[in-house]
């Protein structure tokens, strides 16, 4: 089955910089990923997300990159803000089932 | 209605109790998961049901049962859980059309379970 990893497990930057999370992942067939959010006590909120069929994906300060060739994917936030501390985790999937997540990344923004 | 919501928030059961944990989304979207999420671990899918049908069980303990009795709820009954099982356990929704699949998935606020 899928295997997701995701580095780094926490990650600490001053406000205004940017962070980059990675993640890998083993199945070749999974062809969906989606990055979520998970602020202390609250739910999982998708942030980002890209298809197999695109290799790059913006939205304002947040952007996905996929490198199928590699099976790897990363999260990039720019200008970061104290808002933006909080657990990531990025997921794998198949036509958007059978989601397997990462074991997440702790960042913390620090002002 | 952009929201899937759960309840009980909280709660608290012995190991002989019998519980429901309840999910409702009004969305229209046809498959609902269940998913238990252990302190600083990523959620792990536990059931996903498909046009109310049970397609997925993640080789879950049979002390949880699932439920499905119609398109917009989704129960898990629990009885004669172990302290172990305690977690947060989120309820979530993707659409799903048929022939292919809407990917997103949307999570309620779980409800957080203490077993004693």
């Known amino acids: 089955g899928e295997n997701v990893e995701q580095h780094p497990s926490t990650l600490s930057v001053q406000e205004g910089d940017s962070a980059v999370i990675k993640c890998t992942y083993s199945?070749?067939?999974?062809?969906?990923f989606p990055w979520y959010k998970q602020e202390l006590g609250k739910r999982p909120q998708l942030i980002i997300d890209?298809?197999?069929?695109?290799g790059e994906k913006k939205d304002q300060r947040i952007a996905v990159t996929l490198n199928k060739t590699a099976k790897h994917f990363s999260l990039h936030i720019t200008e970061t803000q104290p808002e933006d501390s909080a657990v990531y985790f990025c997921?794998?999937?198949?036509?958007?089932?059978?989601?397997?997540f990462g074991p997440g990344t702790r960042l913390s923004v620090l002002p | 209605d952009t929201e899937v919501t759960q309840t009980p928030k909280h709660l608290v059961m012995g190991m002989t109790n019998k519980k429901s944990l309840k999910c409702e989304q009004h969305m229209g979207h046809r498959a609902m998961y269940w998913y238990k999420q252990k302190a600083k671990k990523p959620p792990e899918l536990m059931f996903v049901?498909?046009?109310?049908?049970?397609?997925i069980n993640e080789s879950v303990p049979s002390r949880f049962s699932p439920e499905c009795p119609n398109s917009s709820l989704l129960n898990l009954h629990l009885h004669a859980l172990q302290p172990e099982d305690s977690a947060l356990y989120l309820c979530?929704?993707?659409?799903?059309?048929?022939?292919?699949?809407?990917?997103?998935?949307?999570f309620g606020s779980g409800t957080q379970l203490s077993v004693l």
């Open positions: 199945d070749s067939a999974s062809n969906y």
């Open positions: 979530a929704s993707s659409q799903k059309d048929r022939g292919w699949a809407n990917e997103k998935l949307f």
């Open positions: 997921a794998a999937s198949i036509l958007g089932q059978n989601f397997v």
């Open positions: 890209i298809r197999s069929n695109v």
């Open positions: 049901y498909s046009y109310e049908k049970l397609s």
